[in-house]
């Protein structure tokens, strides 16, 4: 047998290997990854864009990368493909709706890819209190989202005789269990009168 033929059949063997194994990491990954690409575009249909030319690379990739985790390698290039794009294609909304795109790319690679402080840094081209300082100003503006202080402020729930509920004296619940047991108590007749 020429050894052309042989080199052909090791290489159609090597394909059929790749496309199975990328088969399955796909149906393993592509959740996860397609979440990531959401919170960092804040918009699905960027996000499944983001992920397909993720995907496409790391299925061209796919055969060179040995023994490295195809996870960590497709979520480097959905990162590197993130921070490359045109300061026009910023994301606008999602959850992380107030942070900009660093802080975005910083935050969801620690808390919710579970990145560790200097894989982040490295991967990023970051100093590791670079890093450190964009989750502390991230979290700090996700924190103030809860509660905006210089916007109206919310009534205060009163009970049935117009009177503050106790618990946090006027303030407004911070839970929703805490808005329910003040709603539930606004709704109940006072002690020792019936209810209608």
């Known amino acids: 047998m020429p050894s052309h033929g042989r080199v052909g059949k ?11 194994e990328f088969a399955a990491f796909t149906a393993g990954a592509a959740g996860r990854l397609l979440h990531t690409a959401t919170l960092l ?3 699905r249909e ?21 023994a490295e985790d195809p996870y960590d390698q497709a979520r480097a290039e959905l990162v590197r493909r993130f ?5 026009w294609r ?18 969801t690679m620690r808390y919710f890819e579970g990145v560790a402080e200097e894989q982040t840094a490295a ?3 970051l100093a590791t209190d670079r890093v450190r300082a964009i989750c502390a100003r991230a979290a700090a503006t996700l924190r103030s989202h809860r509660y905006d202080p210089a916007g109206p402020a919310p009534p205060a729930a009163e009970g049935a005789q117009g009177a503050p509920l106790p618990g946090r004296r006027g303030e407004p619940p911070r839970t929703v269990a805490e808005a329910r047991d003040r709603a539930d108590r606004a709704a109940r007749p006072p002690a020792g009168q019936v209810a209608p």
């Open 10 to 20: 090791r290489r159609a063997a090597a394909e059929i290997r790749r496309d199975a």
């Open 41 to 43: 575009t804040g918009d």
């Open 46 to 66: 960027q996000a499944e864009r983001l992920l397909t030319a993720t995907l496409a690379r790391t299925y061209a990739d796919w055969l060179r990368m040995g």
């Open 83 to 87: 921070a490359g794009r045109p300061w």
């Open 90 to 107: 910023r994301p606008r909304g999602g959850v992380l709706a107030r942070l900009t795109p660093q802080e975005r790319l910083v935050v």
């Open 123 to 125: 991967q990023l081209g």
